[in-house]
């Protein structure tokens, strides 16, 4: 089975620009996640998809957002760019049941975005 | 907002010697999962604890669930050099809704052969 894929690997963009990361989840999940990764924060859950519908946000302001289209692929937008933008975006799928509210499936990264804002 | 702590940043060890790392949550988790990141790769799943108290092993590394299920640590037996990279913790909170990880910052570790 395919794991996630995520494009482009690298990104180099300037301040103001905006840029649009993809994810192709494994087959078979519906549930795609996205966090930002950076040195001195770690990783920080930026919002999950599920069946087209944002089901969680993280604290990112509104420049951050996403999409999930009817394949569960998924698309993360970052508009007008700063330079502390600048990070690893990791994309992570997950099999879980719209009903089954107890426990996080185990999330399954792609080798991520790295994005470089100057 | 709720927070999940991970101590040591950072432990070296020499090749042979025993290595842990401690995860605490400010608020009581549903459950806690560990990751694994090795450097340059991307993290990927270790284990999922579920009960209080809980201990599950895989081969050298052991897991552990806090009674109260605000705390858990991973214990590595006899460091290899295979086990290099970033261990993290995840929590899920009991109130949270799915698709809402929390992740420690981590704790890096090297390995001195």
């Known amino acids: 089975k395919a794991g996630v894929t995520q494009t482009p690997r690298y990104l180099i963009k300037t301040r103001g620009q905006q840029v649009t990361l993809s994810c192709s989840p494994i087959?078979?999940?519906?549930?795609v996640s996205w966090y930002q990764q950076t040195p001195g924060q770690g990783l920080q859950f930026l919002f999950e998809?599920?069946?087209?519908?944002?089901?969680n946000k993280g604290n990112f302001p509104g420049r951050f957002s996403g999409r999930q289209f009817s394949n569960s692929r998924s698309e993360m937008n970052v508009s007008t760019l700063e330079l502390g933008d600048s990070a690893l975006y990791l994309c992570?799928?997950?099999?879980?049941?719209?009903?089954?509210?107890?426990?996080?499936?185990?999330?399954?990264f792609g080798n991520g975005t790295r994005l470089t804002v100057t | 907002g709720q927070q999940v702590m991970q101590i040591p940043q950072y432990q070296h060890v020499q090749e042979g010697e025993d290595f842990t790392t401690y995860c605490n949550s400010s608020t009581t988790l549903s459950n806690i999962q560990w990751y694994k990141q090795r450097p340059g790769g991307h993290p990927v799943f270790l284990i999922q604890l579920v009960k209080s108290g809980e201990v599950k092993k895989q081969k050298r590394l052991t897991f552990q669930f806090g009674e109260a299920k605000k705390n858990s640590s991973l214990h590595i037996t006899a460091t290899q050099t295979t086990d290099v990279g970033t261990y993290f913790c995840?929590?899920?909170?009991?109130?949270?809704?799915?698709?809402?990880?929390?992740f420690g910052k981590g704790t890096k570790l090297s390995v001195k052969p």
């Open positions: 992570a799928s997950s099999w879980t049941d719209r009903g089954y509210n107890s426990y996080n499936s185990p999330l399954h």
């Open positions: 087959s078979g999940h519906r549930s």
């Open positions: 995840a929590g899920q909170p009991t109130l949270g809704s799915q698709g809402n990880l929390i």
């Open positions: 998809y599920f069946s087209e519908t944002q089901r």
